[in-house]
């Protein structure tokens, strides 16, 4: 017996091409299997596949629902391993969206930490100021969407901390980050609090050099890589949803290991 919910038509598997990109984004986070049928499709947009733009909208929305799911199995409590330092990669992997010859190093001396949103005391903040700050030092592993991994040694002040110092609403959504290498992201505010959440200045006792986001860079236990933004210029703590730069491309926000 032919189901109900098939449609009448066979559709062109080619409708599938303008799409995978996306589909191998969805693949890499896991919210999809390799392989995704074009039957699959069908019943998830419940409409007519040639139409690119319902397909897109459909294929969003399952991002969209991937991010609440993760935000629901947060466990703010729940500790990533740690590993002794005979095994800290150095130097650690570079990565960005441009190679590491057009990184363009900051000026220590005059950076500067500017705050925004929903933050009592919004003075700047200096290399100095953040160094008299309680420090907390962990060894983590870094996951990259694009499938490699290194373990490192990261040192500074946990992001619960300082966003205590300045008068954060911790009830707030996001924490957003502004770059100097103009890559804006953001992240959930439970992942902000999360006790491996630092605003890293050192990497294996050093300071952090220049590729790797001197003078502070993000770096968190509980995302993948791309969500730990490098080189900081700026903090917004804000109910108003930020996205980020991979994001705005249709990565998916959450992406919780």
């Known amino acids: 017996m032919k189901s109900l919910f098939r449609p009448m038509r066979r559709p062109d598997p080619a409708i599938l091409d303008n799409h995978r990109p996306l589909l191998r984004r969805l693949e890499r986070r896991g919210l999809i299997r390799a392989g995704f049928s074009l039957g699959a499709l069908t019943l998830l947009t419940g409409c007519n596949v040639t139409d690119n733009e319902a397909v897109g909208t459909a294929l969003h929305a399952m991002s969209a629902w991937n991010d609440r ?23 650690p992997r570079f990565n960005a969206y441009y190679d590491i010859e057009d990184v363009k190093p900051v000026d220590g001396d005059t950076w500067r930490l500017e705050l925004a949103g929903l933050i009592e005391q919004k003075r700047p903040w200096t290399r100095q100021d953040l160094a008299a700050l309680p420090q907390r030092d962990e060894i983590i592993r870094h996951i990259c969407v694009e ?27 996001y924490v957003a980050f502004r770059t100097a290498d103009d890559y804006p992201s953001s992240i959930d505010m439970a992942t902000a609090l999360h006790p491996q959440t630092l605003l890293a200045t050192t990497y294996a006792g050093q300071t952090l050099p220049d590729p790797f986001g001197y003078p502070l860079r993000l770096r968190t236990s509980t995302k993948l890589g791309f969500k730990n933004p490098k080189w900081i210029t700026a903090i917004e703590v804000t109910n108003t949803y930020p996205g980020g730069y991979w994001e705005s491309l249709g990565y998916n926000w959450q992406s919780s290991l």
């Open 147 to 173: 499938g490699w991994d290194y373990i490192g040694e990261w040192s500074g002040v946990p992001l619960r901390t300082f966003l205590e110092r300045v008068g954060a609403d911790l009830r707030a959504k």
């Open 69 to 91: 799911v993760q935000g629901w199995l947060f466990n703010p409590n729940k500790l990533a391993p740690e590993y002794p330092a005979t095994m800290v990669m150095k130097p």
